[in-house]
């Protein structure tokens, strides 16, 4: 992972939850991560994981990841090259499950400004986010240290693995 991620925008609204992002139908059949993620965020753009590029960004509203916690739904957005979901909160454990498998989950108090479709430039050291697309900038949430480590080692697992520790 890298401290900037540059990607297009898919804009959601609030409440977006884990059933929407992964649908349980899907996460009890299907074990193959491969065959899942081909059905993230189906039920709101049919073809969605066909049509991501790998760093896209989705924006949404409040409480994103709400619902059940089903560690499914951050690990099939990261598998189809969602380089981090910026919303204006988080259901918790959709917060941690994304930042423990390693994709960047970013509180940006609102969202509103963001469209479909813009190109952001999000900087996680800096603490902002630039609309390269409308030329504003956004503050984020500063995410703390601990987990900017965990996010660079590419989930809880691997930073584990690498230093034979947790990071707190």
């Known amino acids: 992972m890298s401290a900037k991620i540059v990607g297009r925008v898919w804009k959601f609204g609030d409440d977006i939850n884990t059933d929407l992002i992964i649908a349980g139908k899907y996460k ?19 073809n969605f994981a066909e049509r991501v590029k790998r760093g896209d960004i989705i924006v949404a509203g409040r409480n994103f990841g709400c619902g059940s916690s089903r560690e499914q739904a951050p690990l099939v957005l990261k598998h189809i090259g969602i380089g ?13 499950n994304a930042i423990n498998i390693g994709l960047p989950a970013i509180e940006c108090r609102d969202t509103s400004r963001i ?9 996680l050291l800096e603490g902002y986010v630039k609309n390269l697309t ?35």
């Open 134 to 168: 409308r030329n504003e900038i956004y503050s984020i949430k500063p995410i703390p240290p601990a987990l900017l480590e965990i996010l660079a080692s590419g989930g809880l697992v691997n930073y584990v693995k690498k230093y034979g520790r947790l990071p707190w």
């Open 28 to 46: 009890l059949s299907i074990t193959n991560i491969d065959e899942l993620a081909k059905h993230a965020m189906e039920a709101l753009i049919p």
């Open 84 to 96: 981090a979901v910026i919303a204006e909160s988080f259901a918790r454990i959709f917060y941690r």
């Open 115 to 123: 469209l479909d479709g813009d190109i952001l430039e999000v900087n």
